[in-house]
């Protein structure tokens, strides 16, 4: 089993910044890709960005040049650097880990990142 704790959401002025962390525990792979997901108010979850094992990182468009995802193997923790915030990032931001080649996927609880106009 894999747990994923994340921290660092909050209320934020657009324009604004913030990152969160998420720190994975239990039966980690190498091979595992982690990342971030968001889901706003009567939306789907939708992918932010995504980093593999390698550091190689993906992005939706709405978040590419404003958001930087990178991971500390050592520790097994993916940061989002989210910086010129705008108030429809307002979303829970969802850490989530990919088991390579099985397709199984686990989630954090979620913590909420909300941007005032």
């Known amino acids: 089993q894999v747990q994923l704790v994340e921290s660092g959401g909050g209320l934020v002025n657009a324009g604004g910044s913030l990152r969160l962390s998420c720190a994975a525990s239990?039966?980690?792979?190498?091979?595992?890709?982690m990342g971030w997901y968001r889901q706003a108010p009567g939306k789907q979850r939708e992918l932010v960005a995504l980093v593999s094992s390698g550091g190689s990182t993906n992005y939706a468009a709405s978040v590419k040049d404003r958001f930087t995802a990178s991971r500390d193997n050592a520790k097994n923790t993916v940061y989002l650097q989210m910086s010129g915030l705008q108030p429809e990032d307002t979303a829970v931001y969802y850490c989530n880990l990919r088991r390579m080649y099985s397709g199984i996927n686990w989630w954090g609880q979620g913590t909420q990142v909300t941007v005032s106009s």
């Open positions: 239990g039966s980690i792979r190498s091979s595992d890709a």
